[in-house]
């Protein structure tokens, strides 16, 4: 246990020397084992994109430098592709509200339809006073 808690500081250490938005994390796997990633933090109410996984086909691969190692051997790769993410996580989200105060319109619209033809058939008056029915006793 004390080497796995050594290992992780002197990973996280080398990462924050590479860049300090990056650090280690632990990730669960759907196929039930935890295994270590590398994760860039982009800002505030962000999701941390994960940069890199230290895994195989098999499972978790043991902590070791080599994640570190691995980091700057793709470097240019992940700043280059950050960057491609947060402009189309920034667009995508445009898009999503765009589609959202859309369909607000669209049901704001039909709304207004109903209300009008409810409103040529009305008044309305209650046959039944549910609250006085309800409450007897």
């Known amino acids: 246990m004390a080497y796995a808690d050594n290992m992780e500081r002197e990973v996280q250490k080398e990462l924050t020397r590479l860049d300090s938005s990056l650090f ?9 084992y935890v295994y270590y990633a590398v994760r860039n933090n ?4 962000q999701e941390p994109l ?6 195989d ?29 947060i402009a189309n996580n920034a667009a995508r989200k445009e898009l999503l509200r765009q589609e959202r105060e859309s369909a607000q319109e669209e049901i704001s619209k039909e709304f207004q339809k109903s209300a009008k033809k409810l409103g040529s058939i ?9 609250w006085a029915f309800s409450n007897k006793k």
């Open 24 to 32: 280690l994390d632990k990730l669960w796997s759907p196929f039930g």
């Open 42 to 45: 982009i800002g505030s109410g």
């Open 50 to 55: 994960t940069v890199l996984e230290w895994r």
């Open 57 to 85: 086909g098999y499972g978790p691969l043991p902590l070791s430098l080599g994640i570190v190692e691995q980091v700057k051997r793709q470097e240019g790769d992940i700043r280059s592709a950050i960057s491609s993410a």
């Open 122 to 130: 009305g008044p309305w008056k209650p046959k039944h006073d549910v």
